[in-house]
């Protein structure tokens, strides 16, 4: 079974910019989590998606939303992006809505600059 | 909201030496996970533990819910463990992990 897939693995934008990332769950898997990892903050989780629905939030601003589609791949959302977004985004699915074991995909890298 | 400490901090090692990570969390969970971040950041899944004993080849993990705490074992260690290990645990309600600071792992040839 393929895991949890996640692009692009890289990315270099300016600040002012807007930003998307794409999550793919491991087949079977209906939430899916996003976390944020700097290293002054560490992880830190960003919402999670179920049924298309986000079912929780973490303490982010209003310039960090997401999406859920009816495959359940995800996509996130960063909007007038600052260089404090520059970070490694992590997207983790579980078979079912809430904690539970969760499963990370590689992540993607973005660089604001 | 929930706490949760690491330690140690950093820690190395020389190749085949052991060694337990210790994980702390200040209020009650009802999962908790440990992961192995490898050098590119992916987060390797070691164990999902909200209670009880496992092992994994030269791994183990044991959590004592009631006394707050989850510890890792490593034995007879290698290069590849390198890494740091991150322990993450969510509360009955919030569904969300929060993630310790993690311990830095360096094994030594």
């Known amino acids: 079974k393929a895991g949890v897939t996640q692009t692009p693995r890289y990315l270099i934008k300016t600040r002012g910019q807007q930003v998307t990332l794409s999550c793919s769950p491991i087949?079977?898997?209906?939430?899916v989590s996003w976390y944020q990892q700097t290293p002054g903050q560490g992880l830190q989780f960003l919402f999670e998606?179920?049924?298309?629905?986000?079912?929780n939030k973490g303490n982010f601003p209003g310039r960090f939303s997401g999406r859920q589609f009816s495959n359940s791949r995800s996509e996130m959302n960063v909007s007038t992006l600052e260089l404090g977004d520059s970070a490694l985004y992590l997207c983790?699915?579980?078979?079912?809505?809430?904690?539970?074991?969760?499963?990370f995909g590689p992540g993607t890298r973005l660089t604001v600059l | 909201g929930i706490q949760v400490e690491q330690s140690p901090p950093d820690l190395i090692l020389q190749e085949g030496a052991n060694s337990t990570l210790r994980c702390n969390f200040s209020?009650?969970?009802?999962?908790l996970q440990w992961f192995h971040q490898n050098p590119w950041g992916q987060l390797i899944n070691l164990f999902y533990?909200?209670?009880g004993t496992k092992q994994n080849g030269r791994l183990s993990a044991t959590t004592v819910a009631t006394e707050r705490y989850s510890l890792l074992y490593i034995s007879s260690s290698q290069t590849t463990d390198s890494g740091v290990y991150f322990c993450?645990?969510?509360?009955?309600?919030?569904?969300?992990?929060?993630f310790g600071t993690g311990t830095r792992l360096k094994v030594l040839a």
């Open positions: 983790a699915s579980s078979w079912k809505q809430g904690a539970r074991e969760q499963f």
């Open positions: 087949s079977g898997h209906r939430s």
């Open positions: 998606y179920f049924s298309e629905t986000q079912r």
């Open positions: 209020d009650s969970v009802n999962n």
């Open positions: 533990i909200p209670s």
């Open positions: 993450a645990v969510a509360t009955s309600g919030t569904y969300k992990y929060i």
